[in-house]
């Protein structure tokens, strides 16, 4: 059975917990109050105490966690990261170190949540633009006419934690709440009174739009020149998630234009923003990433880390522990080749899956099915949440954040294996629709893709991938291939199936780069084609 080295319990003495950076007494009680720790408020370069005593470093941003600073810590066991981000530790630096990283994902979501809909009242009631005028003043009494936020329709693109709390303050204020995000299904969409839709339909009916992504490929400038167009003429934009989702210079245009009536932003995708053209807008309130800071969230997060490494030194799990489990070279050497598999499939299934999932259904069969699985399916369920969520994903938290979505993970051992030594099959089911994408490894071969939805293949995972879906007839493939060729793109493999001569066909094809939307568009000029995703591995 595969787990993490979980810290053994010390038979004597005090385990020693380094505060590197600033926290307030009350987020650390639960290690002050404990009998079993010894709490040391130094910063890492300036401690007068021994580092190879150290069990466990709490910090925020101000400390950086580097493969040089994991080397003076021989005796670490876990890093608490009083916040979300944690840019400011080397991942793999602290797994190769066999070091537990955690953060604390929930303790700013009320602050964020807050903080969103404070920019929405204030959008819709010009409250900081009066105030200035009066500061300055002035008593524009007819100017700073608002509008009321009852029976006003609120699109929250981006359905997580966050924007499941700004829905329910809509609510209480009785908006009409529309939602978009690849997972919400209808049943947790239900769950939360919201009215889950399309991004064209949230675009198209939202009097006020918000967006709660992450920042990927796909939502960087989510909102850009067309897609605002798109919009109800006198939307109001806010953005407290992520910098770069809207294009900020087509906003200020839309701005300009009068087609946005007003926006609200504490995310710039070049930070600190300073004299930010959009801050110049007497219609735009632009506050400086301030949406998490509070000293409620501050609290929350301290306290958050500081329990959840007690525990852990206590040996317990770490529920929000963000790297793998630390294992010994036998068990890595044996297991790592059928994780690396079912990571990639789980990807596939991801970017194939265009709708909702309520259900991932993850099956065994071969050599594999006799071992312990739970591991795989973790790594699998982190190769299809990662292309979606904002949150560093892996297999120690990727279970939570499918039980947050409301998605529902089973698995199953079956005795056909179809001929291979290993087989290992992924089932995504959605309102309307199911996928299925099979997958193989041996030692001689390797990873191996070998069905998509009933479509034989015998395809090796690459990092840039085509999927596309054609129809049977001669001619097609060399046609993707000159397309191909005429964008500079270079063909790597390609692995053809199809079920009866004529009918429907897929291609995998792997390229020796990523390619654009372009080369997306240009494919839609073949008629036999009748869909193209790029998938990215």
């Known amino acids: 059975m595969v787990q993490a080295v979980q810290p053994v319990k010390k038979q004597s003495g005090t385990y020693t917990v380094l505060v590197a950076d600033a926290m307030s007494e009350d987020g650390l009680k639960p290690i002050l109050e404990s009998s079993e720790v010894n709490v040391v408020r130094e910063k890492i370069d300036e401690a007068t105490i021994p580092l190879e005593e150290v069990d466990a470093l709490l910090i925020r941003s101000a400390t950086t966690v580097t493969s040089e600073v994991l080397d003076k810590l021989p005796n670490l066991k876990i890093i608490g990261r009083a916040g979300v981000g944690v840019d400011n530790v080397d991942m793999e630096a602290a797994t190769a170190h066999g070091v537990v990283v955690i953060n604390a994902p929930d303790g700013n979501t009320i602050s964020t949540a807050e903080h969103t809909f404070a920019m929405i009242a204030s959008l819709a009631r010009n409250i900081p633009q009066a105030s200035r005028s009066m500061q300055e003043g002035r008593w524009d009494r007819k100017k700073y006419q608002g509008a009321e936020l009852y029976g006003k329709t609120l699109g929250i693109v981006g359905f997580g934690r966050i924007g499941a709390e700004l829905a329910q303050r809509a609510r209480a204020f009785r908006m009409n709440v529309l939602a978009f995000d690849p997972f919400l299904t209808q049943s947790r969409a239900e769950k939360n009174h919201v009215t889950a839709v399309s991004l064209d339909e949230i675009l198209e009916q939202s009097d006020i739009l918000t967006v709660h992504t992450p920042l990927t490929k796909d939502t960087k400038g989510l909102l850009n020149e067309k897609t605002l167009k798109q919009t109800k003429p006198g939307v109001f934009i806010i953005n407290c998630a992520r910098g770069g989702i809207i294009d900020e210079s087509a906003l200020y245009d839309a701005v300009q234009d009068g087609h946005v009536r007003g926006a609200a932003i504490d995310v710039f995708e070049e930070e600190p ?149 290993n087989f290992v099959k992924v089932k995504v089911t959605g309102e309307s629709s199911s996928l299925e994408v099979h997958g193989t490894y041996s030692s001689e071969i390797g990873p191996r893709v070998v069905q998509i939805n009933g479509f034989q293949l015998d395809f090796s995972p690459a990092k840039h991938t085509f999927y596309v879906r054609h129809h049977d007839r001669p001619g097609v493939i060399g046609k993707v291939g000159q397309l191909l060729g005429t964008h500079g793109v270079n063909i790597a493999t390609m692995q053809v199936g199809r079920k009866e001569e004529g009918g429907e066909a897929i291609m995998l094809l792997s390229t020796d780069k990523e390619c654009g939307d372009d080369v997306l568009q240009a494919f839609s000029e073949i008629d036999e084609i009748a869909h193209v995703t790029s998938i990215e591995l």
């Open 273 to 421: 923003a300073a004299n930010h053209p959009l801050s110049s807008l007497p219609q735009v309130i632009t506050t400086p990433h301030i949406a998490a800071s509070t000293s409620e969230a501050q609290q929350n997060v301290a306290e958050s880390v500081s329990q959840e490494v007690l525990d852990y030194l206590q040996g317990n799990p770490a529920p929000h522990a963000l790297n793998l489990p630390y294992l010994d070279q036998d068990a890595f050497e044996k297991f790592s080749p059928f994780t690396s598999l079912t990571k990639t499939l789980g990807a596939i299934a991801s970017q194939l899956f265009k709708e909702p999932a309520g259900q991932v259904e993850i099956s065994y069969a071969g050599e594999i099915s006799h071992q312990e699985t739970g591991l795989f399916s973790r790594s699998l369920l982190a190769g299809f949440f990662r292309h979606r969520i904002d949150d560093y994903v892996n297999e120690v938290n990727a279970g939570v954040i499918a039980k947050e979505r409301d998605v529902e993970v089973s698995e199953k051992h079956e005795s056909e294996s179809k001929g291979y030594a």
